[in-house]
């Protein structure tokens, strides 16, 4: 089964937080950016990747059509192993990080969709035992910067029927406010994307320890400063979760043996596919740290990385970002219904883009 055919394709879909989007890469972050990638075989059968787009996707684009495509084409799509190993292999020296990683990860999701359409099974019973086909899913909100918004947004999600939630803020008022909004029961997670060095990031940590939260996440800049981390893990009683920003499943490693986190967050669409992901899923185990990958996208990453956690031992919760779109890529079955996602039970991912959408939100540079 001959892969012939290789397809970026942008694209571009606004959202409604509740709020005025704030700057993200030097401007308002007014759309949801994805690269999706179809991979397309001699046989008619097509597979759909993912790779992250939000502001990069031109460069992961330019490096995937005259780097990763013509590597792949012509190549046996079913021989997913050594397809991925050649793109290592020939390209590490572009980078085991950032744009070419993300390229890679959506070559690796789109033949194991591939592979898993060929067989007529779901992705999952590629991977192993489904343990769970119904996962939580915690509402992961977009940044406020402003307590009374976050916490309305925070209780409305439990109203929703989510049994978690995520603040992306970096003040104890939201996560004080937001506590009392969602009730004593409720996980809160607050992800601070690297604002602090590790005097202020300890103190946050001290301020917000009555409130109970799951995790911090990435709370120390630079992010891959991992002494820091397990520094901070020593001072601290609550829980650290990091790993959206780790390149691939060698690093990570290293991040698991010297980070002091309790919590690995892969991204699926960013470390290197779901190949990268269920290795760094079988070291997290190892080590007894508890998987809870990155998902905050939409199509086929979020779709992969459902599959993943329909098989791990641990209890999964999905990441699912909160915010209204006007069109479910997945044809809705990436959406929580009672604060929890089904897995689908179909060949493949479960990916079948409507072509007209498509088209609409093509994103252009």
Request: net charge negative; glycine share 8%.
């Amino acid at each position: 089964m001959k892969i012939v055919a290789i397809e970026t394709l942008p694209i571009a879909i606004p959202y409604d937080s509740g709020a005025a989007p704030l700057p993200l890469g030097g401007k308002p972050r007014t759309n949801m950016e994805s690269l999706l990638v179809k991979v397309t075989t001699d046989s008619g059968i097509v597979g759909w990747g993912d790779a992250f787009g939000v502001r990069i996707w031109p460069v992961t684009r330019l490096l995937i059509d005259r780097l990763a495509a013509p590597l792949c084409l012509g190549e046996d799509a079913l021989q997913r192993e050594q397809i991925v190993d050649k793109l290592n292999r020939t390209l590490y020296h572009f980078g085991r990080a950032g744009p070419l990683q993300y390229a890679i990860s959506a070559v690796d999701i789109a033949l194991w969709d591939i592979a898993a359409k060929a067989a007529g099974l779901p992705v999952h019973a590629l991977i192993g035992p489904v343990r769970t086909r119904d996962i939580p899913a915690y509402a992961s909100l977009l940044p406020y910067r402003d307590p009374a918004l976050a916490a309305r947004f925070a209780a409305r999600a439990v109203d929703q029927g989510y049994r978690y939630v995520k603040l992306h803020e970096r003040d104890v008022a939201s996560v004080r406010e937001s506590r009392a909004a969602i009730g004593p029961d409720i996980g809160l997670m607050v992800d601070l994307n690297c604002p602090f060095d590790l005097r202020q990031a300890e103190r946050f940590a001290h301020d917000v320890a009555d409130y109970k939260p799951m995790w911090l996440e990435e709370p120390l800049f630079p992010v891959d400063d991992f002494t820091a981390m397990a520094e901070l893990a020593r001072c601290i009683e609550t829980p650290l979760a990091m790993g959206e920003n780790v390149g691939n499943p060698v690093e990570f490693r290293r991040v698991l043996d010297s980070a002091g986190i309790a919590y690995a967050q892969p991204s699926v669409i960013k470390t290197g596919g779901i190949t990268a992901l269920l290795e760094v899923a079988h070291d997290a185990a190892q080590r007894d740290i508890r998987l809870m990958p990155h998902s905050a996208y939409f199509g086929p990453g979020l779709l992969a990385t459902m599959h993943v956690l329909a098989t791990i031992r641990t209890d999964p919760i999905l990441e699912r970002f909160y915010c209204e779109m006007p069109v479910e890529l997945s044809g809705g079955a990436t959406l929580p219904r009672d604060g929890a996602v089904r897995v689908p039970d179909v060949p493949g991912l479960g990916f079948d883009p409507d072509p007209q959408a498509l088209r609409r939100y093509a994103a252009v540079e």
